[in-house]
């Protein structure tokens, strides 16, 4: 088993298939930045897909076993029920995720599901049409995610997972709202603390809504408790209805962090290599591909970048606030 300085394997890969998201949510790609001049990278700067199967064969022989597919929005990727079809056919991959606004997933929900997709979340801070335009910088329709939701419910996805930031004055007065449409509905929802994640989003610690805000909100009006985590290194502490009308998880990096479980590396669209959310830069492994390395030197390479990490960013910005200034690699570029 290849561990890092901290003693942490890698067991998940999460892989950005593009850059570009039809959204412009402003704590990830503002519009005032990231407008119809804004150039994304070129076909010919991203990963294909057999590069990307290539890559995955190798990190299964490091550990991992568990795919998530990102962006940008992934379902801009075209033909990507191709690629999950290619990953649920190399051998060692137990679980095939994607991570999406769901803006698009009614639409291709099901050839992603035949093509071997096992699990879906849906990103989704709003159930508020007003706000959700706002949220998403653009003017855009809530019920066209709502409606891909409920087509992957009816495709099997379940249970769907629902990923809510949550901000302090933005949409924190809609947590019971959400909990609630996600507790009917069969979904789990995971309130995320808004984290500094890029440079771009003007992060402010009083932008956070604690984890502990958000159990009181919640517990306020259900009865709950605190439930073991699925697996070790899941990012996100679990907590179910006392009735048992189903859970909901909170993911507490910035008051709780979890670093020293953390099982993840991130592979970008354009070939780089990143071993954390917060990491400044990554390893291209995109430029020795292309110049012909062999599987043997590519193995290499992986094995060292992963023997040397020692991130722990979360647990340094908790204990050194002025961390939180160091540039970053962009949520965008990597799908969080």
């Not at 291709?108 to 949220?135: C, H, M, V, W, Y």
């Not at 992957?152 to 996805?157: D, K, Q, Y």
């Not at 590396?265 to 291209?284: H, Q, V």
Request: charged share 30%; aromatic share 8%; with cysteine.
């Amino acid at each position: 088993m290849i561990i890092d300085k901290l003693k942490r394997p890698v067991r998940d890969l999460r892989i950005s298939v593009t850059d570009k998201c039809n959204f412009r949510c402003h704590y990830c790609m503002p519009e005032e930045i990231f407008g119809h001049k804004y150039e994304f990278l070129s076909k010919d700067k991203i990963l294909t897909f057999e590069e990307t199967i290539r890559l995955v064969k190798l990190f299964v022989q490091l550990g991992v076993h568990k795919i998530r597919i990102t962006g940008g929005e992934p379902l801009l990727r075209q033909e990507l029920d191709v690629l999950v079809k290619m990953l649920s056919s190399v051998s060692g991959i137990a679980d095939i995720a994607l991570t999406t606004n769901g803006y698009f997933l009614k639409e291709k929900a099901e050839t992603l599901r035949n093509a071997g997709l096992k699990r879906l979340t849906i990103s989704l801070d709003t159930l508020d049409p007003q706000l959700f335009k706002k949220t998403v910088g653009r003017q855009l329709e809530l019920h066209r995610v709502l409606a891909g939701i409920e087509q992957a419910v009816e495709l099997g996805f379940s249970p769907i997972k629902i990923n809510t930031v949550l901000q302090r004055d933005v949409n924190d007065k809609e947590i019971l709202k959400l909990a609630d449409f996600a507790k009917n509905n069969g979904h789990i929802i995971r309130f995320i603390e808004y984290m500094d994640v890029g440079n771009l989003n003007g992060w402010r610690m009083d932008h956070v809504v604690p984890a502990q805000e958000i159990i009181e909100v919640i517990s306020s009006k259900w009865s709950i408790e605190p439930i073991d985590k699925n697996y070790k290194g899941e990012v996100a502490n679990r907590y179910r209805y006392v009735d048992g009308s189903g859970e909901f998880g909170i993911i507490a990096s910035v008051t709780q962090p979890f670093c020293g479980d953390c099982t993840r590396a991130r592979l970008s669209a354009d070939g780089k290599i990143y071993t954390c959310l917060f990491a400044s830069t990554g390893f291209d492994i995109m430029t020795p591909m292309r110049e012909g390395a062999s599987e043997n030197k590519l193995f290499e390479i992986l094995q060292s970048l992963w023997l040397e990490r020692s991130d722990r960013y979360s647990e340094e910005r908790l204990s050194f606030p002025d961390t939180s200034s160091e540039r970053k690699v962009e949520m965008y570029q990597i799908g969080g």
